[in-house]
């Protein structure tokens, strides 16, 4: 599948694998290995699977992410992932883009970035990741929109994952209603949206979301497995 070996954005970027879209968004990609892998690099990943929001949790959260320019990474994101691929996870990435169904992005434009995401991601020493995802609106009715869980039932059934014995990390309370439908851990970051969620939704923790862990950022909670 794909590969990444430039340190800066491509003038015309390598497109992935692709079949035609449905409401789901992106079909998966198995992202590729750079040609020099780390001898500590892990052949298998048998460790239970994670997946991770990305606008908010990765990178910071803008409410329109579609040049190079808009991804600004979150301090310590780049090495969260990378410590969990060598701890042996499955990595799975999310991404809701509702600005599709608006017609301010396209999904062309979410496959350029996600090649610059994996380019930057191999720069840091991720050799691979296991695929991404996103939805193209939040609409309730569209399954794949959050707290719907479409896009990690195809996740389960394209890329041969267990939620019900993995995490999901988020940002905001979409993400850890998922997290809950899915038989997910739901994790928390205090990053992105995540203090405003947690001030909202987990102070005088209700019932319903006893089950919640939070951390401040991705890398405190890949430190913590």
């Known amino acids: 599948m794909g590969r990444y070996k430039s ?26 290995m750079p040609p020099q892998q780390p001898a500590d690099w892990p052949t298998t990943f048998n460790g239970p699977v994670i997946g991770i929001d990305r606008d908010g949790v990765i990178n910071e959260w803008k409410n329109v992410i579609k040049r190079y320019e808009d991804v600004k990474f979150i301090n310590g994101s780049l090495e969260a992932i990378k410590q969990l691929r060598l701890k042996g996870h499955r990595v799975v990435l999310f991404s809701d883009q509702p600005n599709i169904s608006r017609g301010l992005m396209s999904d062309q434009d979410v496959q350029n970035l996600q090649n610059f995401y994996m380019q930057n991601f191999g720069n840091a020493g991720i050799m691979s990741i296991d695929g991404f995802y996103y939805n193209q609106s939040d609409n309730i009715q569209d399954p794949y929109a959050k707290p719907n869980i479409g896009m990690l039932n195809r996740a389960t059934q394209e890329m041969n994952v267990d939620f019900k014995k993995g995490y999901y990390v988020g940002d905001t309370i979409e993400d850890i209603k998922m997290a809950q439908k899915a038989g997910a851990k739901p994790i928390l970051v205090r990053t992105g949206k995540g203090e405003k969620t947690e001030k909202e939704h987990l102070k005088g923790i209700s019932s319903k979301y006893n089950d919640v862990q939070v951390f401040d950022n991705l890398l405190e909670f890949a430190g913590s497995l």
């Open 7 to 32: 340190k800066q954005p491509p003038t015309q970027p390598v497109q992935f694998p692709t079949s035609t879209p449905n409401n789901g968004g992106s079909p998966p990609q198995q992202m590729g």
